[in-house]
Nanobody, 122 residues
């Protein structure tokens, strides 16, 4: 069972920056993909950014050029650097990982963090 601990949320003014971190523990056979999702009040959860175990990343159009996802494989951590924040970035941000369930790495399980609030407001 993989456990995820998120940190770094908070209140920031428009144009400011925040850095989210997520540490995964309990993986036995390694983690494939790591990602950040967000959910604003009254909206569906959406993908913000994701990164594979070889460092290939992709982003939602709404955050391209402002957010950067990175990971440290040795520590099983994933980070999200958020710059030039806008009020519309306000949401609960969730860490998501796809963990290999067997040593052959043919099966994966998905885990979610409990979420961290990001509020962008003046």
């Amino acid at each position: 069972q993989v456990q995820l601990v998120e940190s770094g949320g908070g209140l920031v003014q428009p144009g400011g920056s925040l850095r989210l971190s997520c540490a995964a523990s309990g993986s036995r056979f390694g983690i494939n993909r790591m990602a950040w999702y967000r959910q604003a009040p009254g909206k569906q959860r959406e993908l913000v950014a994701r990164i594979t175990n070889v460092g290939i990343s992709n982003y939602a159009d709404s955050v391209k050029g402002r957010f950067t996802i990175s990971r440290e494989n040795a520590k099983n951590t994933v980070n999200l650097q958020m710059n030039s924040l806008k009020p519309e970035d306000t949401a609960v941000y969730y860490c998501n990982v796809e963990d290999y369930s067997d040593y052959r790495r043919r099966v994966t399980s998905t885990y979610w963090g409990q979420g961290t609030q990001v509020t962008v407001s003046s």
